[in-house]
């Protein structure tokens, strides 16, 4: 009778505390006021997650537990807000210097250029380790190292380009403004699958009508 007894309790107590569960609705707007697909937004301690939509919308349970919601984009908590909020209703609009959209963000091998990246050797030079950007050529040198000792063998200027899949000559031949994502293939036993181009390093370039396509 006891148990019985314990286990009804248990069952009230959690029916109660669902009860108190609420549902927050909200946007997520990058700095330009934008709506952002994509965004993950979670919850502090009950673990629900949800992705905004096309229009940067989203829905997610919140319970007493929760004390705050984090926006979560390309990986990276970009800001919080709290729950105890007396509307329903939450905007995220993000600050200029927390929007990748703005500032761009290196991941791993790529980098996802942000609307201040003006010119290709500020790209290059500043992202990329080991990667020097030729002037006037619009071509990249990367360094090779000795395996051991991790000396440097010398800088091999890279002869392998491709833009949504296609070969190009350059850098220079490609609008920076267009550009989603950039990535440079160091290792030579990755990049020769780009054939004898491909010995001294590759750069593999999206533009953003390419990603666009890809999503939908």
């Known amino acids: 009778m006891y148990k019985i007894l314990t286990l009804i309790l248990s069952l009230i107590t959690s029916l109660s505390l669902y009860s108190q569960e609420k549902i927050i609705n909200g946007v997520v707007l990058n700095a330009e ?6 965004a993950i937004v979670k919850t ?9 939509g096309k229009d940067g919308s989203f829905s997610i349970p919140v319970t007493p537990k929760d004390k705050e919601l984090r926006m979560i984009l390309h990986g990276k908590t970009i800001m919080s807000l709290p729950t105890n909020v007396d509307s329903t209703s939450v905007v995220f609009a993000m600050d200029p210097s927390n929007d990748p959209s703005i500032r761009g963000y290196l991941k ?9 990246d003006l ?12 990667v020097i950007y030729n002037e006037g050529q619009g071509t990249v040198s990367i360094a090779r190292f000795q ?23 350059n850098l220079d031949v ?14 030579m036993a990755q990049s020769l699958i780009y054939g004898a181009a491909g010995q001294f390093g ?3 370039i999206t533009t953003r009508g390419m990603q666009k396509e890809t999503e939908e």
Do not use: H, M
């Not at 006021?33 to 994509?38: I, M, T, Y």
């Not at 791993?108 to 201040?116: A, C, Q």
């Not at 395996?147 to 000559?169: A, H, K, M, R, W």
């Open 33 to 38: 006021r934008e709506p952002v697909k994509g």
């Open 44 to 52: 502090s301690r009950s673990r629900a997650s949800v992705k905004t």
């Open 108 to 116: 791993g091998d790529t980098y996802y250029p942000g609307s201040v």
């Open 119 to 130: 010119e290709w050797k500020d790209v290059i030079n500043s992202y990329f380790p080991g």
């Open 147 to 169: 395996t051991n000792t991790l000396s440097t063998i010398g800088d091999f200027t890279c002869q392998y380009y491709e833009l949504d899949g296609s070969p190009v000559p």
């Open 174 to 187: 490609i609008e920076l403004p267009s550009v989603y994502s950039v990535r440079i293939i160091k290792d």
């Open 202 to 204: 590759a750069v593999i």
